[in-house]
């Protein structure tokens, strides 16, 4: 569609020789009273308005957004670029890849599936910390790296030469969102169009939640699935509500001896608490300027901990000089200021902005703070980290003895750990022990470990396993990582050391953090303490920790022990970190050290010494702790622009290993047949131009029934892969040693590898099966419903033509954005989940792929509506959609079935329907987002 301009705010704007067409929003009546984060999509609807999509009563009902109200009004936002990880952006590429076939088989050409916006990958999910502590860790590590994922960096090398506007940072840079603050993101960007330059301000979408990181920067950006990503690289608008803002102010400073970390923790707790899914929040007030560039993208990156679409920081001279410290042009910085301060996004402290909420921190009563055992926002004072451990082990132990009391200990499938792999922020759940084997059998007790090098050590309930200085949250801040640092520092000189039992690894975020750890003479005290660097890129915040020393791993095991991990990261959900252990908490970069020095999570930082100094002396956290005014002076001297400039000056060009891999040529993917890497899905299969209407669901079975809280860590494929497991079944069969499994984020190219591991988690909870945990269910193509994997019994029903459908809980689909939940439920024959309440991404991805996203009516539940998932379901009323109708409610019926049990009544009740928005109908009736996508091409 042409562009309109119906509120005449086409103008142009000088800077230095330079001029500019730029949309401005003091056009529309209402601008001055918005937030800045909806000034930034007032703009863009003002840019794209097409008196179709986007119109002017789009653009008015923005300008007279009413802060109270109840999200109501659908707009169109169309993002001005597009960042991917490799383990969710290589489904991307591969559905590109795909699409460009489909285009083709339609009478297309397949050249026109290019990304229309800007699309930048950066590699940084597929390296793990399997060496750590020498100083080999990071050359060995970059060489498994290389020999696991070869075949998926070969396609990805190959994206890089045939699709336009689309860039591959490779291997062992950094960490997407740190690259994206100090490189990748324009803050305002310029393109040519129809051959005038345009300045707009930067937008993004991800595919990894964490994408909220640049919102620190005062970039609009946010989390999204692939499947969204990949309709916003072929120009496709995210469809969106106009969502509520929360005002969090902030006031005073932060005091001696807190960190940015324990911020994060505070505001995270305190939003979580308040409630602030699909809403944006927005930091304002006087406090704002006294917050480091690196301390706000370090709560822009929690955003999705707290729940929030995204946490913006407006623009102001801060965010001017981080700039300038990370190599931006002084022509870039001159354009950013202009900018800002023309469309009235610069930050002016004395003006309160109207909000839909309000928040109020004082930064000055932040106290240190750890989060754990399992939820980032379960905050705990660092002072009461002692007594919390000891509540929450006995709460985990009393569970675990229930769970045990129950079911006894024969009642679990049998399975063997395997080796802990990668994935994009996904717990390591292919180790599917039997849940017996983590259950206290007997009362547990310590015991005595020998290493091969002569060490022995007493092992016990709380002992720190893992300590990990990693993800992007903190690695980014220089005043978290230098503060670990200087820590490092006082400790070595004091003569303390790392427990032997701790995996010690140090996983910056860009090489930057290495330079200046150099510069300021401090690498030498962390590798001391055992922190040698082990990879630049996403460790053990993602389930990338590598495997804990044998015999530290089979004493736990063998005795039952609950051991720990502390990392600095953001995630820390059950399963997640390592198989081997059970508790996890986030802390700060030198707390992190700290309790590396402690050894245990069963310790008061207060009263307990870390160990004694030289002479014999006690050393207590507090002697060791740097002060803050050493901390500010260690950055001011060690960090200048010169090192991001030579450290992002090739940035796309890679090392030798990249450069010399064989990169396949052509427009179109020549697929190998015999790949178990990389396969061409089946989405297009089959398609014609014309959409087959959508239908009723009658007679579907249920395949799983599951409770409040399943995350997309539930439900993706994620960590290794298990030698019986439908996955390995799958692998052996063609002629892939046990050895070269590698994880199911490496395959995540593979669609047939993929579906065989979604629902697999071990801490997964079927409710369908009594006290068995992991990827099961009851299959009810057979008489008495035995117990089955998922995915066989999927098979069957599909054998059967027999639809599934899914019932769940409160907070369903919570967690990363992960196109695989979605992709893998579609795939498995679900055709609707029914459930108290949705995250927004998985909801949204959910109808991107075909499948209804349903709500129990309010205040209802599976149970409270006495659905024991034995059932044969149908839903009525579906079809309204193909009148171009999406209706608000849909009549489900669940019968008795052969397996219910006796005199079992029919139930009946009305499900909300959470197609939320014109576009999403569109989606659904199409039978995909991609679908709509390649015929909106086509045609």
């Not at 083709?104 to 910390?129: C, F, Q, R, W, Y």
């Not at 609950?562 to 970069?589: C, H, Q, W």
Request: charged share 20%.
């Amino acid at each position: 569609m042409s562009k309109v301009n119906s509120f005449g705010s086409k103008d142009q704007l000088q800077v230095g020789n330079e001029s500019y067409e730029v949309y401005r929003i003091d056009k529309v009546p209402g601008y001055e009273k918005l937030p800045f984060s909806l000034k930034v999509l007032l703009e863009n609807l003002l840019r794209t308005e097409d008196g179709g999509n986007i119109t002017a009563e789009h653009i008015e009902a923005l300008g007279g957004w009413v802060p109270t109200s109840e999200p109501d009004t659908e707009i169109q936002f169309t993002p001005a670029r597009v960042v991917m990880q490799d383990f969710t952006g290589v489904p991307c590429i591969v559905d590109l890849a795909t699409m460009r076939e489909a285009v083709g088989s339609l009478g297309g050409d397949p050249t026109k599936i290019n990304p229309l916006a800007p699309a930048e990958m950066v590699i940084d999910h597929s390296v793990i910390a399997d060496l750590f502590g020498s100083d080999d860790a990071l050359e060995r590590n970059v060489e498994l790296e290389y020999e696991r994922n070869g075949e998926r960096y070969q396609f990805l090398r190959w994206g890089q030469t045939a699709f336009d506007d689309f860039k591959v940072v490779p291997p062992g840079t950094g960490i997407v969102h740190q690259v994206n603050i100090e490189y990748l993101a324009r803050v305002t960007m310029t393109r040519e169009v129809d051959g005038v330059l345009r300045a707009y301000p930067d937008t993004c979408v991800g595919t990894d939640s964490h994408t909220t990181m640049v919102n620190g920067l005062g970039v609009l950006g946010w989390g999204v699935g692939g499947i969204e990503a990949e309709a916003a690289m072929l120009g496709q608008p995210v469809s969106m509500l106009i969502p509520k803002v929360v005002g969090f102010k902030l006031s005073g400073a932060i005091p001696t001896g807190v960190t940015a970390t324990d911020v994060v923790l505070t505001i995270t707790q305190m939003l979580r608490k308040h409630g602030v899914v699909g809403k944006f929040v927005e930091f304002y007030g006087a406090g704002v300027a006294e917050v480091p560039l690196a301390n706000r993208a370090t709560i822009g990156n929690m955003s999705p901990e707290f729940g929030s679409t995204a946490a913006m920081f407006p623009i102001d001279d801060v965010t001017l000089d981080y700039l300038r410290l990370t190599g931006r042009s002084e022509e870039q910085v001159k354009l950013v200021e202009a900018y800002a301060k023309l469309q009235t996004l610069w930050h002016d402290p004395s003006v309160e902005p109207v909000f839909s909420e309000y928040l109020e921190l004082d930064l000055a009563t932040v106290v240190p703070s750890i989060a754990g055992p399992k939820r980032p926002q379960d905050r705990i004072e660092l002072s009461e980290s002692k007594n919390q451990f000891e509540h929450d082990l006995n709460d985990y132990a009393r569970v675990e003895h229930d769970i045990v009391d129950l079911v006894g200990t024969g009642s679990f499938p049998a399975s063997d750990p395997g080796e802990l792999s990668p994935e994009d922020a996904e717990p390591a759940h292919a180790h599917s022990h039997s849940h017996a084997s983590h259950a206290p059998k007997t009362a547990s007790k310590p015991t005595v470990v020998s290493l091969d090098d002569g060490t022995n050590f007493t092992l016990d309930h709380g002992a720190v396993a893992i300590a990990a200085i990693t993800s992007c949250t903190n690695t980014s801040n220089p005043s978290v990582m230098l503060a670990a640092g200087l820590l490092a520092r006082n400790a070595s000189q004091k003569g303390l050391k790392a427990k032997p039992w701790v995996k010690t690894t140090l996983a910056p975020g860009s090489k930057v953090v290495t330079d200046y750890y150099e510069k300021a003479g401090l690498t030498s005290y962390l590798e001391d303490l055992g922190f040698y660097t082990v990879g630049y890129g996403c460790t053990t915040c993602i389930g990338n920790s590598g495997p804990l020393l044998d015999e530290i791993s089979s004493a736990v095991q063998d005795n039952d022990l609950a051991v720990t991990a502390v990392l600095s990261g953001n995630r820390n959900f059950e399963g997640r970190i390592n198989p081997d252990v059970k508790m996890n908490y986030l802390a700060s970069p030198p707390l992190v050290i700290a309790y590396a020095l402690a050894g245990s999570m069963n310790f008061d930082f207060e009263t307990d010494a870390l160990g004694t100094d030289t002479d014999g002396n006690d050393v207590f956290l507090k002697d060791i702790w740097p002060d803050a005014a050493e901390v500010q002076s260690t950055i001011d001297s060690s960090i200048d622009t010169d090192m991001f400039q030579h450290e992002y000056a090739g940035v796309f060009d890679g090392d030798e290993r990249w450069r010399s891999l064989p990169t396949p040529e052509g427009a179109t993917f020549e697929w190998d047949s015999e790949s178990t890497y990389v396969r061409k899905p089946p989405y297009f299969d089959g398609m014609t131009m014309e959409t087959t209407p959508v239908t009723d669901i009658v007679n579907a079975r249920v395949l799983a029934k599951l409770g409040d809280s399943v995350t997309t860590d539930h439900i993706s494929p994620a960590g290794s892969i298990k030698g019986d497991s439908p996955a390995g079944r799958y692998l052996d069969e063609h002629g892939v040693d046990r050895k070269d499994y590698n994880s199911y984020g490496s395959r995540r190219g593979n669609h047939e590898v993929m579906i065989r591991g979604t629902f697999a988690n071990i801490r997964l909870k079927n409710q369908l099966l009594d006290g068995v945990e992991g990827g099961y269910t009851r299959d009810f193509t057979q008489a008495d419903g035995p117990q089955s994997f998922i995915y066989d019994a999927a098979q069957n029903y599909a054998a059967s033509s027999t639809p599934l459908v899914i019932f769940g809980g409160k907070e369903y689909g919570s967690g990363s954005s992960r196109d695989w939940a979605a992709k893998g439920t579609s795939l498995l024959g679900v055709k609707a989940v029914i459930t108290e309440s949705f995250e927004r991404i998985h909801r949204s991805n959910l109808i991107g792929m075909g499948v209804v996203p349903l709500q129990f009516p309010a205040g209802e539940s599976w149970a409270s509506l006495g659905l024991d998932g034995t059932e044969i379901v149908s839903i009525a009323g579906i079809e309204q959609l193909n009148e171009g109708v999406t209706p608000r409610t849909v009549r489900v019926t669940a019968t008795p079935s052969e397996q219910s049990p006796e005199g079992k009544q029919t139930i009946e009740f009305d499900a909300v329907v959470r197609i939320d928005t014109p576009g999403e109908a569109d989606y659904y009736r199409n039978g995909g987002i991609l679908q709509y996508v390649l015929r909106s091409l086509v045609a």
